[in-house]
C-alpha cells in the first residue's frame, strides 16, 4: 500500500512560517510530479504548489511569493516552505504523487492554523 506521510503542520502566528514535509516510501518517488493541495473549512481543496520530476514549479495565485516547494529525491521528501502566513492559509494540507497513467496517491493531510 502506497502511503504519503505529511509532517510539520501546527499553530503559528499571522507573519509566521512553517515548513511541511511528505514522504513518499514506497514510490519511484523519481518517476512522480509532486504537489501539495491544501483545503479551508468550507472550502473546496485547491492546488498551493507543485513541482515537476524536472523540478520545473507551480504556485496557486494565493500563495506565489510566499511559499516555496522543494524535492529531494535521495531522501524521497518533498518540502512546503511556507512564510508570511496568513488566517486565511488556515486549512489541512495534504501531498500527492502524480504520473501520467496512474491514479495519483494522497497523504492523509496535516493541519496547519495560522491565528494570533
Known amino acids: 500500500q502506497v502511503q504519503l506521510v505529511e509532517s510539520g503542520g501546527g499553530l503559528v502566528q499571522p507573519g509566521g512560517s512553517l515548513r511541511l514535509s511528505c514522504v513518499a516510501p514506497?514510490?519511484?518517488?523519481?518517476?512522480?510530479?509532486m504537489g501539495w493541495y491544501r483545503q479551508g473549512p468550507g472550502k473546496q481543496r485547491e492546488l498551493v504548489a507543485l513541482?515537476?520530476?524536472?523540478?520545473?514549479?507551480d504556485y496557486g495565485d494565493s500563495v506565489k511569493g510566499r511559499f516555496t516547494i522543494s524535492r529531494d529525491n535521495a531522501k524521497k521528501m518533498v518540502y512546503l516552505q511556507m512564510s508570511s502566513l496568513k488566517p486565511e492559509d488556515t486549512a489541512v494540507y495534504y501531498c500527492?504523487?502524480?504520473?501520467?497513467?496512474?491514479?495519483?496517491?494522497w497523504g492523509q493531510g496535516t493541519q496547519v492554523t495560522v491565528s494570533s
Open positions: 500527492t504523487a502524480m504520473r501520467a497513467g496512474v491514479s495519483p496517491f
Open positions: 514506497r514510490i519511484t518517488f523519481r518517476l512522480y510530479d
Open positions: 513541482i515537476g520530476r524536472d523540478d520545473s514549479t
